[in-house]
T-cell receptor, first 113, second 115 residues
Framework: LAKTTQPISMDSYEGQEVNITCSHN???????ITWYQQFPSQGPRFIIQ???TKVTNEVASLFIPADRKSSTLSLPRVSLSDTAVYYC??????????????FGKGTKLSVIP | EAQVTQNPRYLITVTGKKLTVTCSQN?????MSWYRQDPGLGLRQIYY???????DKGDVPEGYKVSRKEKRNFPLILESPSPNQTSLYFC??????????????FGPGTRLTVL
């Protein structure tokens, strides 16, 4: 399985750009990289997904280098409501041909006023 | 409204008493999955299903059973619950058969306590 490694926690002030990096050295050729956001006592919510280079949507950007062994979630100008846990997910092919998905332990982002 | 529902939301039970947590989605999704979430361990996949009558183990399947008799439902069964299964459980679904080429929609969670 493609194990993912993320920082356990990060702090940021309101209005700053936040970058959260996920390492996935064993990513398979056809794997996608997906990021989810989770608030306390709620289910995770999809943020962004990519395969290579850069992907941008209305809430975030995802940067993936050519070797795809890492990815960086970028949140522009964070607010207090962005305080949450962010998960990097790689799959599905890293599960030896199955669609088994392995989430990392997540990064707890705290936004400070 | 498109959603994934779970029942019950909260459950306190005793060791060995069989229980079922239901999961239902109204989006006609093919892929469904169960996760448990424990402090410091993140989300771990228990079982998943690619379609009706097709299920497979995730990272932590021991002590759990699932079935997929209908496309919309994916119940999680604990035949003989133990205290180490005390956790927050999430059901999720996604369209087509490839959960990482599409968004996974998560249910609101079921908080289970086994005494």
């Amino acid at each position: 399985l493609a194990k993912t490694t993320q920082p356990i926690s990060m702090d940021s002030y309101e209005g700053q750009e936040v970058n959260i990096t996920c390492s996935h050295n064993n990513i398979a050729t056809n794997d996608y990289i997906t990021w989810y956001q989770q608030f306390p006592s709620q289910g995770p919510r999809f943020i962004i997904q990519g395969y290579k280079t850069k992907v941008t949507n209305e809430v975030a950007s995802l940067f993936i280098p050519a070797d795809r062994k890492s990815s960086t979630l970028s949140l522009p100008r964070v607010s207090l409501s962005d305080t949450a846990v962010y998960y990097c997910l790689v799959g599905p092919y890293s599960g030896a041909g199955s669609y088994q998905l392995t989430f990392g332990k997540g990064t707890k982002l705290s936004v400070i006023p | 409204e498109a959603q994934v529902t779970q029942n019950p939301r909260y459950l306190i039970t005793v060791t060995g008493k069989k229980l079922t947590v239901t999961c239902s989605q109204n989006m006609n999704h093919e892929y469904m999955s169960w996760y448990r979430q424990d402090p410091g361990l993140g989300l771990r996949q228990i079982y998943y299903s690619m379609n009706v009558e097709v299920t497979d183990k995730g990272d932590v399947p021991e002590g759990y059973k699932v079935s997929r008799k209908e496309k919309r439902n994916f119940p999680l069964i604990l035949e003989s619950p133990s205290p180490n299964q005390t956790s927050l459980y999430f059901c999720a679904s996604s369209s087509r058969g490839d959960p990482t080429a599409d968004t996974q929609y998560f249910g609101p969670g079921t908080r289970l306590t086994v005494l």
